[in-house]
């Protein structure tokens, strides 16, 4: 494929780069496309001997890096955004070779990147500190902010360049080195996003600021969350994991970014638009099949609509179309492997035993020709309850649990009634009811939105939610806070020497 070509993607390929590609000795990892099952390309994986050559090259890096001028950082920042955007195309069709999401959603993906670059660029000048009064006279007070250091990204399989971007580019700005190790389910997405940006590091000579390693859980990842030269760890991944990360780090007294579980509901009341529910449904709970940390997993249908948006969606979910993703006219491609496949399968049978309805999918996709080795599902919904066991756990497919309401109280409860707090969504022309589930006692969840779905968050507001999600947030708004440490300062510009508190001394 020549986009595999023009992303530098051979087939064998090195698992670590340290502004310069090593030679790794570890075990040889295969990746495989979800489409057909066939394996794309080899990595050899690093070792923990390489990744500690990784950190090393990595931490002086940052050394250097952090002492230059922060729009200097961003000049060279929007090079990266620009080398990313001249490869739009390539980067958009691996994604969707290698993770298996619609060719389009690949194409958003890369933009996302993209813009979170054009951000960074912004707030290389933007990284504002305050001034404060100072009780004492003659002094002067100030917080500023300064560069961390080295920050390790682990990221998740489902969006495989995005997220790397979201920690990377602000970090950049804000004068860290970043390590990456991603998914060994999307290697080669790594290794293809690294060889865009690298030659503009390169030219600089700081490469090793995009710093990748590949590698498994104890040679690698262990490692990185227990290392104290990385004072922070930026995690995208399950609830479960995120915990064992989240005290491994706090044990070291570093810092983390938690990106994990979400269960995320819809709230369709009596008053919504039908036609604005249905396609923000239907791409909220396809989109990407089911695979993003933001998929609309609950729909809580008020009781005087349920009929007709079980029906109208019973109906729309039969003509969704699951495909090959490269074809752009497919909503829905591949699960990511077998046991995503599985997963779903034991999900729809638990909530059958529960006491659940299957009203329509559930099950795999018959397919044809090269795509008869993929691993396709045909996307489901459910009636069920909240209290489920099933409804509670977030499983990583295609499969909407369809919820009765009786009014806005008993929505919200059922809402909130879950582990995870990522995502939430109302339909509602009633002004009252869209302010009350955005305020303190509405949503508690780290994203809420009036009429529009649960997915699609842009790259401008803060990224993340609460609960069982981990807290974290990336992207947007003030995120960047996360990749610097604060300094108060304060300057006595006097020809005294007095003490806070009124105190006397000597």
């Keep these: 494929m020549d986009f595999l070509t023009e992303l530098g993607i051979q087939d064998m390929n090195s698992g670590a780069y340290a502004g310069e590609w090593l030679n790794c000795t570890g075990p040889v990892l295969e990746t495989t496309s979800p489409t057909t099952g066939k394996v794309i390309a080899k990595v050899q994986m690093a070792t923990a001997a390489e990744y500690d050559q990784v950190v090393v090259a990595a931490q002086e890096a940052f050394e250097r890096w952090r002492a230059l001028p922060g729009p200097f950082r961003g000049e060279i920042v929007r090079k990266c955004g620009n080398a990313m955007r001249d490869k739009k195309d390539a980067l958009g069709r691996l994604i969707t070779l290698e993770m298996g999401k619609s060719v389009q959603e690949g194409w958003g993906e890369v933009q996302e990147a993209i813009d979170i670059a054009d951000f960074a660029v912004g707030l290389s000048r933007q990284c504002y500190g305050l ?10 007070m100030r917080e500023t902010w300064h560069p961390l250091g080295t920050i390790g990204v682990l990221t998740a399989f489902n969006f495989p360049m995005a997220v790397w971007a979201w920690n990377s580019m602000l970090a950049y700005v804000c004068g860290d080195a970043c390590i990456w190790k991603p998914s060994p389910k999307t290697p080669l997405c790594a290794i293809g996003l690294t060889n865009v940006v690298r030659p503009i590091l390169e030219a600089e000579g700081f490469g090793a600021l995009a710093s990748l390693v590949i590698g498994g859980n104890e040679d690698v990842a262990q490692r990185m969350i227990d290392d104290e030269r990385l004072p922070m760890i930026s995690f995208t991944g399950s ?7 989240a ?16 269960n995320n509901a819809l709230i369709v009341m009596e008053d919504a638009d039908l036609d604005m529910v249905l396609p923000a449904t239907l791409f909220g709970s396809v989109g990407t099949a089911g695979q993003r940390c933001t998929t609309t997993r609950r729909l809580l249908v008020h009781e005087d609509v349920y009929d007709e948006v079980r029906d109208r969606l019973v109906r729309a979910y039969s003509d969704v ?8 006219s497919i909503l829905c491609g591949p ?25 329509c999918g559930g099950g795999r ?12 599902v045909v996307p489901a919904i459910v ?6 066991q099933t409804v509670q756990d977030e499983t990583f497919a295609p499969i909407l649990y369809l919820i009765k309401i009786q009014d806005f109280d008993d929505a919200l409860a059922q809402q909130n009634g879950v582990p995870q707090g990522l995502s939430s969504a109302i339909f509602t022309r009633d002004v009252r009811r869209a302010e009350k589930f955005l305020s303190a006692v509405g949503s508690d969840c780290g994203i809420a939105n009036v009429n529009i779905g649960t997915s699609g968050a842009e790259i401008g507001g803060a990224f993340g939610g609460e609960k069982d999600t981990g807290g974290g947030r990336e992207s947007g708004s003030d995120a960047w806070k996360a990749y610097m440490r604060r300094q108060t300062n304060t300057v006595n510009w006097s020809d005294d020497l007095p003490l806070a508190q009124g105190i ?3």
């Design 247 to 262: 005290g491994r780090v706090a044990g070291r007294f570093g810092k983390t970014i938690l990106e994990c579980g979400g």
């Design 239 to 245: 609830s479960q994991i995120g915990k064992l990360v």
């Design 321 to 328: 179309q699951v495909g090959d993703p490269m074809d752009e």
């Design 383 to 388: 009636e069920a309850k909240n209290a489920f």
């Design 504 to 506: 006397q001394f000597g």
């Design 365 to 376: 996709a018959q397919m044809e020709g090269e795509l008869a080795g993929g691993h396709f």
């Design 131 to 140: 001034t404060m009064p100072s009780e004492r006279p003659g002094h002067h």
């Design 335 to 359: 699960l990511i492997d077998e046991d995503a496949v599985q997963n779903m399968e034991r999900s729809i049978a638990s909530a059958l035993k529960e006491g659940g309805t299957l009203l």
